[in-house]
């Protein structure tokens, strides 16, 4: 009878185990996935984030001296 216990014990051990495991790779998939999406983010919305913030300061460029190189 002991050892049935034994066995309880134990299977419920391993649950909590991959439990645990299953919020690490949940966690991880996550961080994985935003980490792309602000990768995304940061490359696509650098340039239209610097003209908009270019426009609200004084003097107010145009919008072709913001993009000129010079």
Known sequence: ??????????ALADVSESAAESAVRRAREWSVWAMKKAKVVAHY??????IIVGM??????????????I
Not at 56 to 69: I, V
Request: charged share 25%.
């Open 1 to 10: 009878m002991s050892s049935g216990a034994a066995e309880k014990g134990k």
């Open 45 to 50: 919305g650098f340039i239209p984030l610097d």
């Open 56 to 69: 609200n300061f004084e003097p107010k460029p145009r919008l072709a001296q913001l993009l000129s190189p």
